[in-house]
């Protein structure tokens, strides 16, 4: 599966934004895929996760309340709806896919698809 991440862009502190992830291919519904971010000078962090299965989602403690990922398999696409904003968000967002029917993992390593990432700032 190929992906492509789109949405990023400059928003103040407070503000909002929604990302996607567009997907290539006829069986999108079965990929596990997820979001993760990267600041310079730091590793890449895991930020959500939407199972292939089911509606249930996963977030990390720094974004949970604050962020909704989503997923629309009519149109292969993923979505993060960022609320909310704050300056520590600023990064680069890159969604990814696990390999078909595989569950949660945190690990960007899990990971064996990736989109070419889309950069968020947000001003203070």
């Known amino acids: 599966v190929q992906l492509q991440a789109s949405g990023g862009g400059l928003v103040q502190a407070g503000g909002s934004l929604r990302l996607s992830c567009a997907a290539s291919?006829?069986?999108?519904?079965?990929?596990?895929m997820g979001w993760f971010r990267q600041a310079p000078g730091r590793e890449r962090e895991f930020i959500a996760f939407?199972?292939?299965?089911?509606?249930?989602?996963y977030y990390a403690d720094s974004v949970k309340g604050r962020f909704t990922i989503s997923r629309d398999n009519a149109k292969n696409t993923m979505y993060l709806q960022m609320n909310t904003l704050k300056p520590e968000d600023t990064a680069v967002y890159y969604c990814?896919?696990?390999?078909?029917?595989?569950?949660?993992?945190?690990?960007?390593?899990?990971?064996?698809?990736w989109g070419q990432g889309t950069l968020v700032t947000v001003s203070s």
């Open positions: 990814a896919a696990r390999r078909q029917y595989y569950g949660l993992s945190r690990s960007p390593g899990d990971y064996k698809y």
């Open positions: 291919g006829r069986t999108f519904s079965s990929y596990p």
């Open positions: 939407i199972p292939w299965s089911d509606g249930s989602t």
